[in-house]
């Protein structure tokens, strides 16, 4: 299991104290020439459709923000999680940042003051499968048979294979690398349903791990990551879709707007 960078892990000391500068903390991504390249790609990318070209570290800092910066690492942290690149990985991927997307999209529109938290939490909420994986090839190619061969749950299978799910292992993990807990807890409880979800300490909470269980539900239905779209999956039986008050009326445009976001950011993600 790979742990953060030293260098990442640093950048992230220096955020939290409100003593640092943005020099200083552009200073310490320049040691990480990785971090560096991929925190300037997404600063000139269309994720932020900035005006004008950002070319050093502390400029990036300034323009994006701290949360954005936090954020960015995150994300690499998550890509630099494969061990290889190989067709599973390639849908592991790009069920991640489609549901990443679709999750900031919910938000969005519903919950908009967590709307980069959703984000992240969409992107990495998958991340206990990544750690399956490259640390059981064997068995998880097993779970994998099983669900696009026999139709049978992620959960189900892995429970079968390994006796416990990705998702355990994945809120462990980002515990263990010191993440926010609404990761960890969105990660431990995107799968469950309502009667099944602990109250959690805060609100922002509740309505981020919402936000990532209905966008992995239209991952499905998109076929995300998937081997077929599951166009008649009801949605608005999912306690997460009622939790933000979603009329049925609006299920095709959400979607839609799901999809369309995708496609406008594909290549920023998956290029």
Same mark, same amino acid.
């Given at each position: 299991?790979? =742990? +953060?960078p030293? #260098?990442?892990r640093r950048?992230m000391?220096? +955020?939290d ?9 552009g200073?310490?991504m320049s040691?990480d020439q ?6 300037? $790609?997404v600063?000139?990318? *269309?994720?932020?459709?900035?005006s004008?070209?950002?070319?050093? +570290?502390?400029m990036a800092?300034s #323009?994006?923000?701290?949360n954005?910066? &936090?954020n960015a690492? +995150?994300l690499?942290t998550a &890509?630099?999680?494969?061990k290889? /690149?190989?067709i599973?990985?390639k849908?592991?991927?790009?069920h ?10 919910v ?5 908009r003051e =967590?709307?980069d938290?959703? @984000?992240?939490?969409?992107l990495?909420?998958? =991340?206990g $499968? =990544?750690i399956?994986n490259?640390?059981c090839?064997?068995q998880f ?8 061969n026999d139709?049978?749950s ?5 429970q079968?294979v /390994?006796? @416990?799910t ?8 980002t515990e ?12 431990r ?12 300490a805060?609100?922002v ?8 269980d209905?966008a992995?539900?239209?991952c $499905? #239905? ?7 779209? $599951?166009?008649d999956?009801p949605?608005q039986?999912r306690?997460?879709f009622?939790s @933000?008050?979603i009329? #049925?009326d609006q299920?095709e445009?959400l979607?839609?707007?799901c999809?369309l976001a @995708?496609?406008?950011? *594909?290549?920023d993600w998956l290029?």
């Amino acid at each position: 299991m790979r =742990v +953060m960078p030293t #260098v990442a892990r640093r950048v992230m000391e220096l +955020m939290d104290d409100e003593n640092s500068t943005s020099a200083s903390v552009g200073e310490a991504m320049s040691k990480d020439q990785s971090l560096a390249a991929h925190i300037l $790609k997404v600063a000139n990318s *269309a994720l932020f459709g900035l005006s004008r070209e950002i070319t050093n +570290m502390t400029m990036a800092v300034s #323009v994006l923000g701290r949360n954005n910066i &936090r954020n960015a690492i +995150m994300l690499l942290t998550a &890509r630099a999680a494969y061990k290889r /690149f190989g067709i599973t990985e390639k849908m592991l991927w790009t069920h991640s940042v489609t549901c990443a997307v679709a999750a900031r999209l919910v938000a969005d529109r519903y919950a908009r003051e =967590v709307t980069d938290d959703a @984000f992240v939490c969409g992107l990495l909420h998958d =991340v206990g $499968k =990544v750690i399956l994986n490259n640390e059981c090839p064997e068995q998880f190619a097993e779970v994998m048979m099983q669900t696009y061969n026999d139709d049978a749950s992620f959960i189900e299978a892995e429970q079968r294979v /390994f006796g @416990f799910t990705h998702t355990e292992v994945g809120a462990l993990v980002t515990e263990k690398w010191n993440y926010p807990s609404v990761i960890s807890h969105s990660i431990r409880y995107h799968h469950c349903q309502e009667e099944a979800l602990p109250e959690p300490a805060d609100e922002v909470t509740y309505k981020v791990t919402n936000a990532v269980d209905l966008a992995n539900s239209i991952c $499905k #239905v998109l076929g995300a990551g998937y081997r077929v779209p $599951k166009p008649d999956l009801p949605l608005q039986e999912r306690p997460s879709f009622l939790s @933000f008050n979603i009329s #049925v009326d609006q299920i095709e445009n959400l979607i839609e707007g799901c999809q369309l976001a @995708f496609d406008q950011e *594909a290549s920023d993600w998956l290029g």
